[in-house]
């Protein structure tokens, strides 16, 4: 069976490379918050996910296994190269998961950095749990 952080993993890595917010909706309780950079104001999942992926054209995605998972935490390392509007650039972060007693998320807090141009992951980075393409 599934862990809440795999949960959140699995429907992370579909919504990002079919960009597929709806896949999101079972993964978080009514009314979870994500602050996706720490200077941003708090959002609703799909919805942010929706305003993240309306420019992005095509993207590269690694997820790496969750790490410090617990039944009511965990932090879950991302990689994507994303292009849209002529450009392509390199995320690396981290999503701080708290999940409720049934195992959704209730809050979810991101820190990331951005390089302009596409870099893969370094060597040993991960483990990787998921990795693909898409939409583009």
């Known amino acids: ?9 699995d429907a992370w ?11 999101l909706a ?7 918050v994500q602050r996706s ?11 942010y996910a929706a305003w ?3 420019d992005e054209e095509a993207a590269e995605v690694w997820f790496a296994e969750p790490h410090g998972e617990s039944d009511e935490a965990a932090t879950c390392e991302w990689w994507a190269i994303s292009s849209g509007g002529g ?6 972060g981290v ?19 951005q390089q302009e ?5 370094p060597p040993g980075w991960g483990p990787v749990a998921a990795h693909g393409r898409g939409p583009g």
Do not use: I, K
């Open 1 to 9: 069976m599934a862990t809440p952080a795999r949960r959140w993993l």
């Open 13 to 23: 890595f579909r919504a990002w490379t079919q960009h597929d917010v709806d896949a």
């Open 26 to 32: 079972p993964v978080y309780v009514d009314g979870a």
């Open 37 to 47: 950079e720490p200077f941003r104001e708090r959002d609703e999942p799909r919805r």
């Open 52 to 54: 993240a992926f309306s």
């Open 87 to 92: 450009e392509t650039v390199t995320l690396a």
């Open 95 to 113: 999503s701080l998961l708290q999940f409720g007693p049934d195992g959704r998320v209730t809050e979810q807090r991101d820190y990331w950095s």
């Open 117 to 121: 141009g596409a870099y893969e992951p």
